[in-house]
């Protein structure tokens, strides 16, 4: 990944951590990861959201040309990619294996 496309996806990240702290008060939504294509089509988020409610996703997703419209006026590209929001599952891949982990180490 170049150098352009990592500072644009950190440019992503901190505007839309904002953007979500002011439209989703009570809810901790982490940005785990961002992929924009080198052509900046398009940039795929990955993240969490605390309470895991299905329903914050899909409004994330309705929304995304809205957030896309937003970034465009603070962020000055010649091109705004698409946003699309995925939700990361690594986090609950990760805890399900410590809990494994833990039973296991727990066990004689």
Do not use: C, W
């Not at 957030?67 to 465009?72: E, G, S, T, W």
Request: charged share 30%; net charge neutral.
């Amino acid at each position: 990944m170049t150098y352009r496309i990592e500072k644009i996806n950190e440019l992503i990240s901190q505007q839309l951590s904002m953007i979500f702290l002011a439209d989703f008060p009570g809810e901790i939504i982490t940005i785990n990861f961002i992929h924009t294509n080198p052509d900046l089509s398009e940039s795929k988020i990955y993240l969490s959201v605390s309470s895991n409610h299905k329903s914050i996703y899909d409004e994330l997703s309705a929304r995304a040309g809205e957030y896309r419209k937003i970034l465009a006026e603070k962020l000055y590209l010649r091109k705004m990619p698409r946003l699309q929001f995925i939700r990361d599952e690594m986090q609950e891949s990760v805890e399900k294996i410590e809990k494994i982990l833990d039973k296991n180490e727990r066990s004689p």
